[in-house]
């Protein structure tokens, strides 16, 4: 486990997270609770750390040694307390403070190696010759038997360190830590650095009357990235086979001109794609004990954050050679400020809290292309050694977006049986029209501790029973821009006025004055189960929620609009879903300790309208609208769209030809057979042809699993997860299969044999995506220790992506099934070797 | 102490409010940008001139791709994208354009739709801001910059009504959604000429193709271009059922010019000759229009200026036409997509020993050599185009990568970015050997003899006499004209658009040539329901 995310993996019913498949560190991160609930965005949880706004980036630097606990909210009365930045759900962390019992200090460490261990099989230099060969068709011969994998792969290295320390007493405490990781990926130019840096600090004051809290986090990272991973894959797997693995003894690189769409993999490692980004943040947070049942607390935080990028293609890639280098700056400041009461008559206990909070948010860039380098050996450390920068190469950008909220929020609760809470909330915005600037969103939930009730109270086998249910509205903006709704003016080009170029300004967007807050309701309900002194528990909720006011970039007809896009609040969705958690402790002796967890959650996802009412306009929108296609040789446009939003259907479902076998073709090899699915008596691949929604992207059903072991002090850990009830559309297949790319692009092993000479998109490509994952496996030994200075010592060996069991025939099926975007559900020449992490791991604490 | 709460209460609520208005700083309001006349100019007027040429597909007059230039030639029995192995399927794209199996749902389609009313809706706005902000302006002025707009907004139309035939004729930039509805392409064809008419006189009488004042703009010459187009098609424009077999006749159609009520092939001809009158004359040299550095042309009438540092219009034509290897020889890189039509080829002479001058300079065929040293191809064999080797489908042909001729005509910038796609010669749209022809034309449609401007197109090339039928005027159109994107036009104006050509066959139902026009996009109609299908598209 290498950071925070990993240690969600698995952990939460309707929690997904996704690595893309690829590498697992790289800030692509994305996290879903209960899915996706919005189009345009916003659907990553809000991660709030100590009380400080955050990221999943932010959240990906953290060490799990540093976590103390995290929680996750996702019904409307937990999330109410954060308002529309908490609408996709909340992941709160607490990190570890001083404990005031003394000096403590403690190192983690880990050490690993990756390996590569599946890849695609394509044809050798000699399988590529002979195939040649016995087609008859032209090809080149470098006269090598390369295998790709190899030229841009490596054992990759990864070494991790923390150390923490900390001390003081109960009333003034503080805890440091430093974390630092290298990580050298599987791919020869994939590299991540990370420093971590946080210090906390709690003091208390007026006999405990007043807490204060003060923190600092900063980090430091350092990304090599690659440049194009779908061009370096592609590259890989479909370069020439028999050309060298570098350039000759000239430097001069071999090319196979005839496949344009892929260079040389050696080349590409050349390429630049790198970034440096700073994170800083602090906080400081006081609470007040101001008489007996009334606190005040106030919190505030400051966080700034840059990004530099630098990019930069060498002429052997790009003909004039291509440099980019950028810059983003963000600061947040944030105020919160609550009064809260509570107290207790009888039977009765009332909780009541006000608050108000402030984030005001500056974004600031400056960005650079240039193009025409006369020398290769800048890199792009010198960006004027370049010829041409020409419009639109330079920019800069300013944006303060700013929100404001007001919440009143009351619990009531009777004999701790029945409670009943209710929030008013309102938050404001910037971004959305001046006339809708505050969205009013109200939630109430009731719970019921039947437990307590007489009926249970001699029922011993039963702990606990609880249940719960609530409704509630939130708002969300994420996605949406600052000055959507005003009618501004940027430059747009530059024309010759009078000889001399100008730049033209004008408008660049449908402007929307009335826009305001996309909503959504959810009503759940659900129930806490614990039995035989809860070494069996079960919880289970239900919940539906619908998104109304759904933000969107909606198609608006050209003309009367100028552009084709309006951000609106037009159409709507649902979501919908069952979510299990089931832990058994099976043993539980001293020696001896067996615990499952378990959890599963069904999710039904559902756009149901991008119509509606706009300024008094009716706007019809089109009911199909692709939003994923296949890319590559022969793959440009045409029909070849896979992945499709179509209303009345989850978001991402494939809608395809129907492929019913193979069939000889007049060039000599085998064609799809594609139905003509009208029966007009012509097949017809386009958007509105001979096509069929064929399943859905989202998988329906996600299952998280650990499972530990503990004898004496040995113990063994595994993490599972697995998704079902989605496919997968497997272009790499259809692409590597077909044998028209052949002999300028490598193909398959068992490519010749089919001998499909057809590139067009049908279901014959589109499999189950199932799949069971165990993520990690760890086996621990905690050392006895007699020692005092040394409280624990602890050894662990782990290995990470140990199996996959699926159906799927492509290289793993675990691509992105989750965030709704262009590579939703395609498996497209992009995928990542798969490859194995072996670690081990000591700590120690004194 | 309740009064107190309530001050407070309301001062909180305004303090947050207007922590919560917005304070653009690297955008402006439109006051100001519209805030004298020189500004009104640069940012209501020249601003549209950025969407003459263009940067990504399906944008710009010429010079991309997937647009107006590859619905105009692609289709035509002028040039085509071959399947050749692993390139250039694309899902059917190329050879249903070949084939004329296009359909309402191809994204192309749509995105040519709108790119060009994207043009008309800022035109639009364009006049509207410069109505609102007249308080600065002088009446002449404001007359001057109406007077561009319009001209450009009737170049627009020119091309929609082109492509699709019955659309939107929307004038103000107030008019609401529910009032988009189609008008015949007659009434959107009139619309045109009588504003081309009112506004050429109040534009400046300049050459827009030179370096200068006018550099790119819609002078007075290139509206006189654009008259003579819109009547030398005004039998194809007037006719409002095109399926049904009836054709309009140009000697009936008339319209008013300097004056005089002219037929169709009378006003063509007197167009072409205000051109003449204002100094256009054939380049001695057919290439010196296509030069890197054209902007001196005494031939060319109106350009996209390009300029690789300057502006981002691209032109991709080249690059995409030639083999890798030949891109790669030539500093940049290539596509090996685009070919001359066998037909076409054959119309040069190709093959025979009297081969027209104009087929070096507007084709690469057979060996081909750059700074005088044959091109390799990867397998060490020489690079060789074989003009008659081409088809739709060439996966598993021997000349599966040199089938075809490919395209020249324009000099090559050896300096050029992004792999060939931004050079320096200007893009010509417009050019007076393309008025001689018209007028040739027109003259023989009219019952007189065009053979002495037939042969003035002629003898500059070294091309020996030939009689002005309108055969020989239609194929003189493809010899002269080849690669400039008016194909299509001519094969519709001539009737044979829709016929059997080359090595495409008539589709079963095309006979009655709904062809002609394309289809309105299908996310135009779902978009704007009131919008009708053309004829014969489902």
Request: glycine share 8%; aromatic share 12%.
């Amino acid at each position: 486990m290498n950071n925070a995310l990993d240690v969600l993996i698995g952990q939460s019913a309707g929690v997904n997270v996704t690595t893309n498949g690829t590498d697992r560190l790289a800030m692509l991160n994305s996290i879903r609770v209960r899915g996706t609930t919005s189009i345009i965005g916003g659907n990553d949880p809000l991660v709030i750390i100590d009380g400080v706004t955050s990221d999943i980036a932010t959240l990906s630097t953290i060490y799990p040694a540093d976590i103390e606990s995290f929680t996750i909210l996702k019904n409307a009365t937990e999330t109410a307390m954060y308002g529309s930045r908490g609408a996709s759900g909340v992941i709160e962390i607490k990190t570890k403070k001083g404990t005031g019992r003394g000096f403590q200090i403690s190192y983690d460490g880990n050490y690993g190696f990756e390996s590569m261990y599946k890849h695609l099989q394509m044809l050798s230099g000699p399988e590529y010759i002979a195939t040649a060969e016995a087609l008859g068709l032209d090809y080149n011969n470098g006269g090598y038997n390369t295998n790709y994998h190899d030229v841009i792969t490596r054992t990759g290295l990864i070494h991790q360190h923390h150390l923490a320390f900390s001390g003081g007493s109960e009333n003034s405490n503080y805890r440091a830590s430093f974390g630092f990781m290298d990580h050298n990926t599987i791919v020869k130019v994939n590299d991540y650095q990370n420093l971590v840096v946080k210090l906390d600090a709690t003091q208390k004051a007026f006999n405990g009357r007043l807490i204060g809290d003060f923190g600092v986090y900063g980090y430091s990272s350092k990304i090599h990235d690659i440049f194009d991973t779908r061009m370096l894959f592609y590259s890989t797997a479909a370069q020439n086979p028999t050309y060298p693995t570098g350039p000759d003894a000239n430097g001069n690189w071999i090319k196979n001109s005839a496949a344009s769409h892929i260079n040389h993999p050696g080349i590409l490692l050349d390429e630049k794609n790198d970034s440096k980004e700073m994170n800083f943040n602090t906080h400081l947070g006081l609470k007040f004990n101001l008489l007996d049942n009334l606190n005040l607390s106030a919190f505030g935080s400051y966080s700034y954050s840059s990004t530099g990028n630098a990019q930069f293609c060498p002429t052997w890639v790009w003909a004039q050679g291509n440099v980019y280098r950028g810059e983003f700056k963000g600061e947040d400041y944030f105020t919160n400020i609550a009064l809260s009461y509570n107290n207790t008559w009888g039977d009765s206990h009332l909780e009541a809290t006000v608050s108000s909070e402030y984030l005001k948010q500056v974004r600031t860039g400056l960005w650079v292309q240039a193009k025409g380098i006369t020398t290769n050996d800048f890199s792009y450390n010198n960006i004027g050694a370049t010829s041409s920068r020409p419009f639109g190469a330079t920019g800069s950008s300013y944006e303060d977006p700013s929100l404001a909220s007001i919440m009143g929020g009351t619990t009531y609760s009777y004999k701790n049986r029945y409670a009943v809470s209710a929030t008013l909330r309102s938050d404001g915005s910037s971004m959305v029209s001046d006339n809708n600037t505050f969205g009013f969103f109200p939630s109430v939930s009731l719970s019921w501790d039947i437990k307590k009730e007489n009926l249970l109270s001699d029922v011993d086998f039963v702990t606990m029973l609880k249940l719960r249910t609530g409704y509630g509205q939130s708002g969300n903006l994420g996605g949406i821009k600052s000055y959507t709704t005003l009618n501004t003016v940027k430059e747009n080009g530059i024309v010759s006025i009078n000889g001399a170029p100008t730049v033209t300004m004008g408008s660049i967007k449908n402007t929307n004055p009335n826009l305001k807050w996309e909503t959504r309701s959810t009503f759940n309900i659900g129930f806490d189960l614990g039995l035989w002194s809860n070494r069996l528990m079960l919880t289970s909720e239900f919940y539906y929620s619908k998104t109304t006011d759904m933000l969107y970039e909606y198609d608006v007809p050209v003309p009367s609009f100028a552009f084709d896009k309006l951000m609106a609040n037009i159409g709507s969705m649902s979501n919908q879903g069952v979510e299990l958690g089931i832990s058994v402790v099976p043993i539980q002796r001293k020696d001896m300790e067996m615990n499952i967890n378990f959890n599963m959650s069904y999710q039904k996802n559902k756009l149901l309208s991008l119509s509606g009412e706009y300024n008094g306009m009716q706007m019809t929108a089109p009911n199909i609208t692709p939003i994923g296609s296949l890319y590559g040789a022969g793959q440009n446009g045409g029909n070849n769209n896979v992945v499709y939003q179509i209303v009345g259907q989850p978001l991402g479902v494939f809608y395809l030809p129907h492929c019913t076998g193979l069939q000889k073709n007049d060039i000599g090899g085998y064609s799809y057979d594609i139905k003509d699915l009208n029966e007009d008596g012509t097949v017809d691949l386009s958007d509105g042809g001979d096509r069929y929604i064929a399943g859905q992207a989202t998988p329906k059903v996600t299952i998280g699993s650990n499972l530990s072991f503990r004898y004496k002090f040995f113990d063994v850990a595994v993490q599972i997860n697995g998704a079902f009830g989605h496919k997968i559309f497997n272009g790499t297949g259809l692409a590597y299969t077909n044998m028209s790319i052949f002999p300028d692009y490598n193909v398959l092993k068992d490519a010749p044999e089919k001998n499909i000479i057809d590139q067009n998109i049908s279901d014959f490509w589109l499999e189950k995506g199932d799949y069971i994952n165990i993520e990690h496996l760890t086996v621990g030994f905690n050392v006895p220790m007699k020692s005092k200075s040394v409280k624990s010592l602890r050894l662990s060996a782990s290995i990470s992506n140990l199996a996959t069991i699926t159906g799927y025939s492509g290289l793993t099926p675990m691509i992105n099934s989750y965030v709704v975007s262009s590579t939703l559900g395609i498996d497209d020449k992009r995928t990542y070797p798969l490859y194995r992490t072996y670690a081990l791991g000591f700590s120690v604490q004194f | 102490m309740r009064r107190f709460y309530n001050i407070f209460a309301i001062a909180i609520a305004m303090i947050m409010t207007s922590c919560l208005t917005e304070d653009p700083r690297d955008q402006l309001y439109e006051d100001d940008i519209y805030n004298n006349a020189n500004n009104i100019y640069i940012n209501a007027v020249a601003v549209l001139y950025n969407y003459i040429g263009g940067s990504a597909d399906s944008e710009g007059l010429q010079g991309t791709c997937r647009g107006l230039y590859d619905y105009n030639t692609l289709t035509t029995d002028e040039a085509m994208i071959p399947i050749r192995g692993g390139d250039w399927y694309d899902g059917g794209l190329w050879e249903n354009m070949y084939q004329h199996k296009w359909n309402p749902n191809d994204l192309p389609l749509y995105n040519t739709w709108k790119y060009l009313y994207k043009v008309i809706v800022l035109s639009n706005k364009s006049l509207s801001v410069i109505d609102k902000y007249s308080h600065h302006l002088t009446i002449e002025q404001k007359t001057a910059y109406e007077a561009e707009v319009r001209a450009i907004r009737a170049l627009f139309y020119y091309y929609i009504i082109d492509m699709y035939g019955r659309v939107p004729l929307v004038t103000s930039y107030e008019q609401a959604q529910n009032e988009v509805l189609q008008s015949e392409r007659s009434e959107v064809f009139r619309f045109i000429v009588n504003e081309l008419q009112e506004v050429m006189n109040l534009l400046p009488n300049e050459r827009s193709n030179k370096m200068g004042n006018y550099y790119g703009r819609v002078t007075t010459p290139v509206v006189h271009f654009l008259l003579a187009k819109l009547a030398l098609n005004a039998e194809i424009y007037c006719d409002d059922n095109w399926t049904d077999g009836v054709p309009q006749n140009g000697k009936e159609i008339f319209f008013t010019v300097d004056g005089e009520q002219l037929n169709a092939w009378q006003t063509c001809i007197r167009y072409c000759d205000k051109l003449a009158e204002a100094g256009y004359q054939l380049e001695g040299d057919y290439s010196y229009n296509f030069a890197v550095h054209n902007e001196n042309s005494n031939e060319n009438i109106f350009t996209i200026p390009l300029d690789k540092n300057l502006y981002a219009a691209q032109f991709w034509y080249l690059f995409r036409s030639r083999h890798y290897n030949h891109g790669g020889a030539l500093g940049g890189s290539s596509e090996n997509g685009t070919s001359a039509n066998i037909s076409t080829v054959l119309a040069y002479g190709y093959g025979t020993d009297k081969v027209d001058t104009r087929f070096e300079k507007n084709f690469y065929a057979g060996i081909v050599e750059v700074d005088g040293k044959t091109i390799m191809m990867d397998n060490g064999k020489p690079l060789e185009y074989h003009p008659l080797e081409l088809k739709l489908n060439l996966t598993g042909s021997p000349y599966v990568k040199t089938a075809g001729a490919r395209m020249a005509k324009y000099e090559v910038d050896r300096t050029s970015h992004s792999d060939g796609r931004q050079p320096d010669n200007d893009i010509v749209l417009f050019r007076y050997a393309d008025a001689l022809l018209m007028k040739a034309e027109a003259k023989a449609r009219n019952g007189e003899d065009g053979s002495l401007e037939l042969n003035e197109v002629r003898n500059r090339v070294g091309m020996p006499y030939r009689k002005a039928t309108l055969e020989n005027i239609l194929e003189e159109r493809l010899l002269e004209l080849v690669w400039e994107g008016w194909r299509r036009q001519d094969l519709v104006r001539f009737g044979l658009y829709h016929k059997s050509y080359d090595q495409r066959i008539q589709l079963p139902d095309e006979g009655n040539g709904y062809t002609t026009v394309f289809p309105i996009p299908q996310k135009s109609i779902d978009l704007n329901p009131k919008l009708k299908q053309n004829v014969g598209y489902k």
